[in-house]
């Protein structure tokens, strides 16, 4: 399917997504978000896809925040857009696949909202991250006040939003915002090295992994009791015969997603 504002490609199983603005530093205005959410159902229903890559094009920028220009009317309305940005990155952070960001520059306000929606992030070098929406008279608004809280913790966090400041990559490893930081030329062999790790392991236990995890941080739901839930489901699988299978006869499993 093709895309205004992104481009997609897929090798073994590997699904990448590039945000294809590079003369607006990749930003995210409604177009963007209506084909990153369209790329979503893709992601959800197309059994070729086993995990996703998501980074920007060119070479300064992820995705260097919201496009200001959209940016009016009252509050009912910014209510409004806050809550298509979250129900989007929720459907990222929520997707039974893998998903990755590639960050290659800048993440900034809906830029790094947008990473941390993402299952880890692995950044460039030259990767910056940031929320400096109060800069505008505004604050974080898909999600970002309470991941960067779950990711950095509440600390550090309020300061990064309180103040507007960007920190490198090498800060965002330090924090734990980021898994690794490679040169720009590594960032996707690197994504594609992990991702291809992934992909041969069990798709529903990858799954249920993904699904627990996230868990931990809705309070309407006990973890503990998703975890159960997880592994019951996957205790039937025909992946969960072929892993044990394949560990007592010391082979390697070749898994089906059943």
């Known amino acids: 399917m093709n895309y205004d504002t992104i481009l997609t490609s897929i090798n073994n199983g590997i699904f990448t997504v590039t945000i294809n603005r590079p003369d607006k530093l990749n930003a995210l205005n409604k ?14 229903s197309n059994t070729s896809i086993q995990s996703v890559i998501i980074t920007g094009a060119g070479p300064k920028a992820f995705v260097a925040g919201a496009d200001i220009s959209e940016f009016s009317g009252t509050a009912e309305e910014g209510k409004i857009l806050a809550k298509k940005g979250q129900d989007l990155f929720f459907k990222i952070e929520n997707c039974p696949k ?3 960001a590639c960050v290659n520059g800048f ?13 880890f992030r692995i950044a460039s070098e030259n990767a910056k991250f940031g929320q400096p929406e109060v800069n505008l008279g505004i604050l974080p608004g898909y999600g970002g006040t309470q991941r960067l809280v779950q990711l950095i913790g509440k600390g550090k966090a309020l300061e990064l939003m309180m103040s507007a400041t ?3 990559a090498n800060n965002a ?5 980021v898994n690794y930081v490679v040169s720009a030329d590594d960032l996707l062999n690197k994504a594609i090295e992990i991702l291809t790790l992934i992909n041969s392991k069990a ?6 992994c993904i699904k627990a995890a996230n868990a931990v941080f ?9 975890e159960i839930d997880a592994f ?8 969960m015969k072929e892993g044990t299978s394949a560990f007592l006869e010391k082979r390697k499993a070749v898994f089906s997603g059943k």
């Not at 490893?173 to 915002?177: E, V």
């Not at 019951?232 to 992946?239: L, Q, S, W, Y």
């Open 98 to 100: 893998p998903i990755v």
């Open 166 to 168: 960007m920190i490198d």
């Open 107 to 119: 993440a900034l306000g809906g830029g790094c909202e947008l990473a941390m929606s993402c299952h």
């Open 232 to 239: 019951g489901n996957c205790f039937a699988t025909t992946d």
């Open 31 to 44: 177009q963007v978000m209506a084909d990153l959410n369209s790329v979503l159902d893709d992601v959800y």
């Open 203 to 208: 798709p529903l236990a990858v799954a249920g």
């Open 173 to 177: 490893l330090q924090y734990g915002l």
């Open 218 to 226: 809705n309070e309407s739901l006990n973890g503990y009791d998703v």
